[in-house]
């Protein structure tokens, strides 16, 4: 079993629309969670992250960390053409280099 | 803006070919990495430098070497290129080794190993 789950999609939704995208994991050390945004045939970059349990807000993105759950999501408000990418979810224990990532859902946001 | 390029967006090689896969960063970041990223299976850490001529491995290292000898260049090298090894392969560097702070990727070198 994988130390990250993601919901692989790929999710098509109409422009406006709320996205929903969710990782699970398995290590309970996880402390830090982070959202990458990656184009095609670009590398990801960092989103957003979060540090423990609760929710952060960044303009129209808002990411939830439940870690009695082990669960953590990212949502889109007012989905636009130009956040369509994969999304990929990034975690760590000990807030060092070593990232355990999801294997990203990918976005498509129709105009 | 920081810029973190690689040498190719494609390459293809043969079994047992030695392949050098190069990075460049314009930032004078001490940190640098390769990961390799495959479908299902999300981004795996190969080899992270810290320094000119420091290096650890990471979850998957086998198979791979990696060069640092100036602080903005970072190889990445396949001994003897075998199929498993196609994949996307990213660069990446940082300032800080902090997981919350920003990894700047490079766009990919997309490799086929036939």
């Known amino acids: 079993q994988k130390e990250v789950e993601q919901d692989p999609g790929p999710l098509s939704v109409p422009e406006g629309a709320i996205v929903s995208l969710n990782c699970t994991y398995s290590?309970?050390?996880?402390?830090?969670f982070m959202w990458y945004r990656q184009y095609s045939r670009k590398g990801p970059e960092l989103l957003m992250y979060t540090y423990s349990s609760g929710n952060k807000e960044d303009g129209r993105f808002t990411a939830q960390v439940d870690k009695s759950s082990k669960y953590i999501s990212l949502f889109i408000r007012d989905s636009q053409p130009s956040d369509s990418a994969t999304y990929l979810c990034a975690m760590s224990a000990s807030n060092d280099y070593k990232l355990s990532f999801g294997a990203g859902t990918t976005v498509t946001v129709r105009a | 803006d920081v810029k973190v390029t690689q040498s190719s967006r494609y390459l293809v090689k043969r079994t047992g070919e030695k392949v050098f896969l190069e990075c460049v960063q314009d930032m004078d970041h001490e940190n640098m990495f390769w990961y390799r990223q495959d479908p299902g299976l999300g981004l795996r850490l190969i080899y992270f430098s810290y320094d000119v001529k420091m290096k650890e491995k990471g979850d998957i290292p086998e198979g791979y070497s990696v060069s640092r000898e100036k602080k903005e260049r970072f190889s990445l090298i396949l001994e003897s290129a075998s199929t498993n090894q196609t994949s996307m392969y990213l660069c990446a560097s940082s300032f800080n080794i902090q997981a919350t702070d920003t990894q700047y990727f490079g766009p990919g070198t997309r490799l086929t190993v036939l």
């Open positions: 290590n309970s050390a996880f402390q830090y």
